[in-house]
């Protein structure tokens, strides 16, 4: 069995579609076959992310509120078990230090 290949689109690509959706006024299954995307994936990028806009004109794709806070809700994982880690670490070298004074 072969894989499944995952078109990938750039930045900008999801930037103007995302800004398509808003300004278009077509549906979002209408603008997913012109543009020739998969059913759903409109919506999948639109709870993703968030056109900015920044100043001069432009724009820019960012995560959104809840995508940036589970991003944010994995990194202090990571950090809070390389915490338990070493304060596991400290306690046993504690301990082995409280017993070797004679």
């Keep these: 069995m072969s894989r499944k290949q995952y078109k990938k689109y750039s930045i900008e690509f ?22 020739g995307l998969s059913s759903g994936l409109l919506y999948k990028w ?7 806009e920044k100043s001069a004109g432009e724009d820019s794709l960012e995560l959104s509120d809840m995508e940036a806070a589970k991003v944010e809700i994995r990194r202090l994982k990571k950090e809070l ?17 409280a017993n070797d004074q004679p």
């Design 46 to 52: 639109r709870d993703r992310y968030q056109v900015v």
């Design 14 to 35: 999801k930037k103007d579609a995302l800004r398509l959706l808003e300004t278009s006024g077509k549906s979002v299954a209408e603008l997913e076959r012109d543009l």
């Design 81 to 97: 078990e390389t915490v338990k880690q070493e304060r596991e670490i400290l306690k046993k070298a504690a301990i082995f230090f």
